[in-house]
Nanobody, 114 residues
Framework: QVQLVESGGGLVQPGGSLRLSCAASGSIFSIYAMGWYRQAPGKQRELVAHITTGGRTYYADSVKGRFTISRDNAKNTVYLQMNSLKHEDTAVYYC????????WGQGTQVTVSS
C-alpha cells in the first residue's frame, strides 16, 4: 500500500506563494498519473491539478495560470507551486493517484488570509 505525506502548507497573505510537496512510498509511483486535490470547510474534495506519467498537466479553471504541478519520479514526489493565492484557495490539500485510489494522507493546510 502506498503511503502519502503532504507538506509545505501554511498561512500566506493574498497574492503570496507556497510550494507543496507530496512524498509517496513504494516503487510504483512513476507508473501513475498523480493529482493534487483540496477540500475546503463544508465542501467536497476537488481535483485541482493532475500530471500524467509523461508529464502532461491539467488544471481546474479556478487555478489555471496560478498553480503548477510537477513530479520527480526519482524522488517519488509530486509538487504544487501555488502563486497569486486567493482567499478561496484556503483548504486542506492532498495528493493521490488520479482517481484517488490510494489511502489519503493527512493533507497539508493552506490558509490564505490577510
Amino acid at each position: 500500500q502506498v503511503q502519502l505525506v503532504e507538506s509545505g502548507g501554511g498561512l500566506v497573505q493574498p497574492g503570496g506563494s507556497l510550494r507543496l510537496s507530496c512524498a509517496a512510498s513504494g516503487s510504483i509511483f512513476s507508473i501513475y498519473a498523480m493529482g493534487w486535490y483540496r477540500q475546503a470547510p463544508g465542501k467536497q474534495r476537488e481535483l485541482v491539478a493532475h500530471i500524467t506519467t509523461g508529464g502532461r498537466t491539467y488544471y481546474a479553471d479556478s487555478v489555471k495560470g496560478r498553480f503548477t504541478i510537477s513530479r520527480d519520479n526519482a524522488k517519488n514526489t509530486v509538487y504544487l507551486q501555488m502563486n497569486s493565492l486567493k482567499h478561496e484557495d484556503t483548504a486542506v490539500y492532498y495528493c493521490n493517484a488520479l482517481g484517488g485510489q490510494w489511502s489519503w494522507g493527512q493533507g497539508t493546510q493552506v490558509t490564505v488570509s490577510s
